[in-house]
């Protein structure tokens, strides 16, 4: 597969460049190869590449400083993303947007997690940004998959983790950490793994493997193929949604 990495030079695009490249063509595309916020430069860098897939990191992360910049939030997480949608719907590229827990409001119950239909509610301007940014993705790219990780930790950080280890290290007076957050802190080399059947254009390999992951066997899968504009045909993706979706709903009652 040829799969092109937006802000590969950040701490999750670093992790998938080293990850995957031993068994697909990389094109790894940080900011100086691929702003974002260029419609222009995204269809051009997309369109000349023609990757089979994007992975899209580049983002604004820094949620705090996010509060004080927010048009430059927007501009990197709902128009960047927007940018990036139309070019790989364009090229014919599946894209795969990265996204975050931020999306939801986090008023829940300690016991009560998060699942993918729950209703969104942002509370920072990161969240909604980036909330705007799957919006133009879903309208712009017809072939896309949404991925809304969470604290994440990788080689050279920086994260949650990463601040924890090097005060650690210091020495000296006790820590004093906020506990008004829970959450699970999730490895880049874990999500590089998940991610990865995601991008699989091969139905039935991936449904094995979606089926695989949730204790099934697949014993027959019938396909219907939808004619695409450019003239490719790809497997239906409302089927494949539907029965990704029948799989969680069957796990779910057992
Ligand atoms: N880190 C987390 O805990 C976490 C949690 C949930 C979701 N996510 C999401 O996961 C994705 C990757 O996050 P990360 O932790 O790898 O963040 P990161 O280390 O901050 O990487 C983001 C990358 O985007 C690049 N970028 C910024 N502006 C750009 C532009 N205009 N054009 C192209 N690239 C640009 C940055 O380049 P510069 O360094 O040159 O600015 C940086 O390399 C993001 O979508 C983020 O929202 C992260």
Redesign the pocket.
């Known amino acids: 597969m040829k799969i092109l990495i937006?802000?590969?030079?950040?701490?999750?695009?670093?992790?998938l460049v080293r990850r995957w490249s031993a068994a697909h063509a990389v094109i790894a595309?940080?900011?100086?190869r691929?702003?974002?916020?260029?419609a222009d430069a995204c269809l051009a860098v997309i369109g000349a590449a023609q990757p089979d897939a994007v992975v899209?990191?580049?983002?604004?992360?820094?949620v705090d400083r996010c509060e004080s910049e927010p048009e430059r939030a927007h501009?990197?997480?709902a128009t960047?993303s927007a940018n990036v949608a139309v070019a790989c719907q364009r090229a014919g590229a599946r894209l795969l947007?990265?996204?975050?827990?931020?999306v939801f409001a986090g008023d829940r119950p300690r016991d009560q997690a998060y699942h993918e239909g729950d209703a969104t509610g942002p509370r920072t301007v990161?969240g909604t940004s980036?909330l705007a940014?799957e919006a133009a993705v879903r309208a712009q790219c017809a072939d896309h998959v949404i991925a809304?990780?969470?604290?994440?930790?990788?080689p050279g950080?920086?994260?949650?983790v990463h601040t924890m280890l090097a005060l650690g290290r210091q020495g000296g007076a006790p820590l004093r950490v906020v506990d008004d957050q829970i959450g699970n802190p999730?490895s880049?080399d874990a999500v590089a793994d998940a991610l990865l059947p995601y991008l699989e254009r091969d139905f039935h390999r991936y449904l094995a493997l979606m089926a695989h992951r949730l204790g099934f066997r697949v014993a027959e899968v019938v396909v219907a193929h939808r004619p695409r504009a450019h003239g490719r045909s790809r497997y239906g993706l409302e089927r494949y949604g539907r029965a990704v979706a029948d799989l969680w709903a069957l796990r779910r009652r057992l």
């Open positions: 937006t802000g590969a030079a950040g701490m999750l695009g670093r992790t595309a940080d900011r100086a691929l702003d974002i916020t260029s899209h990191c580049a983002a604004h992360t820094a501009l990197l997480n960047g947007a990265i996204s975050t827990d931020y990161y980036k940014g809304r990780v969470a604290w994440l930790y990788g950080g920086p994260s949650f999730t880049t």
